[in-house]
């Protein structure tokens, strides 16, 4: 089997991750944002792949998007397993943080939805410190039924980037549902504006060097261990994919 080049794809139960490194994907979005095109970015872990098996309508949403991303290290091990190793993982969050500093390098906007009112808020403070440059179209928490207001905001500040933090699948529903509001970056983000706020805190680097945040944030919070149980299921069902097409 000839090795996989950056860039291409790796489908993984039928999701389509790009095979690529964070500093080759985060270019690609660069000069997107740059040619304001819109664009839609996933990152994905197994409790993602596996909830779009379950769920048609979801799963179609995640292969409309521009680009799915590996974001857990189960997705790295699935693509090991099929014989496709990835190119790297590339982390939501560290996508996030990088995306911010770049936007503030170079003048850019974002608009954020997501967490607790008191968690946004904080992050409104903590994105002003850090990020000096980059300007803060608007932001809202993530507990909204009707969401026509923030559309219509996202519709009149027209930010570079907007940043989702509900948590799957309400954070992609929202973003395939409203990102012709803008001609803008659109990425679903999961629990990060609480962990750049500190409000929840990350693995230390040595954690992420041994691909364990899982387990810290398991430890750190016993009830995700019952999450935990997806895994196995996961890898058994890339493995069935794999000598499927064998």
């Given at each position: 089997?000839?090795?996989?080049?950056?860039?291409?794809?790796?489908?993984?139960?039928?999701?389509?991750?790009?095979?690529?490194?964070?500093?080759?994907?985060?270019?690609?979005?660069?000069?997107?944002?740059?040619?304001?095109?819109?664009?839609?970015?996933?990152?994905?872990?197994?409790?993602?792949?596996?909830?779009?098996?379950?769920?048609?309508?979801?799963?179609?949403?995640?292969?409309?998007?521009?680009?799915?991303?590996?974001?857990?290290?189960?997705?790295?091990?699935?693509?090991?397993?099929?014989?496709?190793?990835?190119?790297?993982?590339?982390?939501?969050?560290?996508?996030?943080?990088?995306?911010?500093?770049?936007?503030?390098?170079?003048?850019?906007?974002?608009?954020?939805?997501?967490?607790?009112?008191?968690?946004?808020?904080?992050?409104?403070?903590?994105?002003?410190?850090?990020?000096?440059?980059?300007?803060?179209?608007?932001?809202?928490?993530?507990?909204?039924?009707?969401?026509?207001?923030?559309?219509?905001?996202?519709?009149?500040?027209?930010?570079?980037?907007?940043?989702?933090?509900?948590?799957?699948?309400?954070?992609?529903?929202?973003?395939?549902?409203?990102?012709?509001?803008?001609?803008?970056?659109?990425?679903?983000?999961?629990?990060?504006?609480?962990?750049?706020?500190?409000?929840?805190k990350r693995a230390p680097q040595s954690w992420q060097d041994m691909h364990l945040e899982w387990l810290?944030?398991?430890?750190?919070?016993?009830?995700?261990?019952?999450?935990?149980?997806?895994?196995p299921k996961y890898l058994l069902a890339v493995t069935k994919q794999r000598f499927t097409k064998s």
């Amino acid at each position: 089997m000839t090795e996989q080049s950056p860039n291409e794809q790796i489908s993984i139960l039928d999701i389509p991750f790009e095979n690529t490194d964070m500093a080759s994907f985060e270019g690609r979005l660069q000069q997107r944002i740059n040619d304001h095109a819109n664009t839609f970015v996933v990152t994905a872990n197994p409790e993602i792949v596996m909830y779009a098996r379950e769920h048609r309508l979801y799963k179609q949403l995640l292969t409309s998007a521009d680009f799915v991303v590996a974001d857990g290290i189960g997705i790295v091990l699935g693509a090991k397993l099929l014989k496709q190793p990835l190119a790297e993982r590339i982390t939501g969050y560290d996508l996030f943080t990088q995306l911010l500093s770049w936007g503030s390098d170079n003048l850019k906007s974002a608009y954020f939805v997501g967490a607790k009112t008191e968690v946004i808020n904080q992050l409104k403070q903590v994105v002003h410190e850090k990020y000096p440059g980059l300007t803060i179209a608007g932001t809202h928490n993530g507990y909204f039924g009707d969401d026509r207001n923030i559309v219509a905001d996202i519709e009149r500040t027209h930010p570079d980037m907007v940043f989702v933090a509900t948590g799957y699948p309400k954070q992609e529903e929202f973003i395939a549902k409203n990102r012709h509001a803008a001609d803008a970056l659109w990425m679903g983000l999961g629990g990060s504006f609480d962990v750049l706020t500190g409000t929840v805190k990350r693995a230390p680097q040595s954690w992420q060097d041994m691909h364990l945040e899982w387990l810290y944030r398991a430890l750190k919070e016993p009830s995700r261990f019952s999450r935990l149980a997806i895994l196995p299921k996961y890898l058994l069902a890339v493995t069935k994919q794999r000598f499927t097409k064998s």
